[in-house]
């Protein structure tokens, strides 16, 4: 009988070691093609023009005159239920009071928001038979500093609109920080200005080498990162494919999506100030409260992952459903927000008719190559700072087994998702603070 329990006991250590090795062994970087086209066509009969052009936004009378017309129409929406606020989504009453600020007050000064749009200067090229718009800033009065230039990042539903707060900060630096940034802010692939792709297949892997190559075009080989939501994995995917040109990487949504982040959590669980500090446990705990959040807040996620078209189609031409869908993702996770910001980044997707294409990275984020590039380990400098009103939080224990040089970890007290449209203060703090460790 000993011996048969013995035999037992050792072929279960024996299977728990397995699954812990098959859990944490790192996965070597999947092999992309650095030069794969995503345009229309026929890639044969394709010429790639690698030149620079500068572009000014603009839209034509009819367009906006269109847009007044439908936004003129009779907002006729079924009243919230009684009591409730936005718990069924974006309430109705507040949607009234939005869509007639947005008609009668943001509209009226049409013109002033679109020469803040332009008052950066905005860039377009081609890459992989993409249109890819970004955003090219250089320090101002740079004496004695070090310039470093840094890839910025956005996320859905946001646009490059979210760092019109966060961009003069990073190139005016303030006296006491040694580094000024030049920055290239990118629409990410089916954002924005910037083209999506017309073949399957196209990424997060996929865009971080669009992006990599549009660092090297511009004329940077070795650059930071700093993003935030898709921005955050797809700049996590460049330092991991290409730690030859990123010098560190930065993220106010550092994310590790393996089994064993899984465990690690529900270990942690179990006696949570063994790994964060007690003031920040309620942005991690308790598990029951945040998996509901999750729940009830990414609904849309499982939508564009599985039907993005659909979305697309529904909310083509339809400014009120546009601003609906999008609002409610700002109500959730940037309550105090701006509502003339919210209106900027809204007119974005309505006017380039980008929502169709950028939903589409949800479904193709669903993929062999990205679920390996989690298991595959970035070794580049990190950096990761945690806003509290966020759809979740992951604590450096889970993230080492991905990023094993985290030189900087921070906890914010105040802040939310769209951080640097919210507190970009806090946020260019917490950059510059990475940067002089980087580069000390």
Partial sequence: MKALTAIFLAITIAGIAYVYLKLTKPLPAPDLDHNQYWGKGDE????????????????????????????????????????????????????VSFVKYWRD????????????????????????????????????NPEGKRVVPVLLL????????????????????????????????PSLP???????????GFGPAEVAVVLRNLMLRVGHKKFVIQGGDWGSIIGSNIATLFPQNVVAYHSNFCVV???????????????????????FVPMVFPLGEKLKTMIEETGYFHIQATKPDTIGTALLNNPVGLAAYILEKFVSCFPDHDDDEVIDNIMIYYLTKSFTTSGRLYKESISAVQNTLEQVQTHV????????VDLFQTMDWQLKDKFTNIVHSTWQEKGGHFAAMEVPELLYKDFVAFANKVFR
């Avoid at 000014?56 to 009684?82: C, G, M, S």
Wanted: proline fraction near 7%; charge should be neutral.
């Fill in 154 to 185: 956005h996320g859905w539903p946001g646009s490059v609109r979210e760092f019109y707060e966060f961009i003069p900060m990073l190139t005016n630096p303030n006296k006491e920080s040694p580094v000024a940034f030049e920055v290239i802010a």
């Fill in 257 to 279: 999506r393996t089994p064993l982040s899984t465990i690690k959590l529900l270990i942690a669980s179990l006696w949570p100030t063994a790994f964060i500090d007690e003031k």
């Fill in 190 to 200: 089916g954002y924005g200005w910037s083209e999506g792709a017309s073949k399957q």
């Fill in 44 to 95: 044969s009969l394709y010429k790639e023009d690698t030149t620079i052009k500068a572009q000014e936004i603009f839209y034509d009378d009819v367009t906006i005159k269109r847009l007044r017309a439908r936004l003129n129409e009779t907002v006729d929406l079924h009243a919230p239920l009684e009591g409730v606020n936005n718990e069924y989504g974006i309430n109705a009453n507040k949607m």
């Fill in 381 to 388: 400098p990190v950096g990761c700072t945690r806003f509290p």
């Fill in 105 to 140: 007050d943001y509209m009226t000064r049409w013109p002033e928001r679109l020469a803040f749009l332009n008052s950066l200067p905005h860039f377009l090229t081609e890459i992989q038979g993409l249109r890819i718009h970004f955003i090219h800033v250089k320090p101002h």
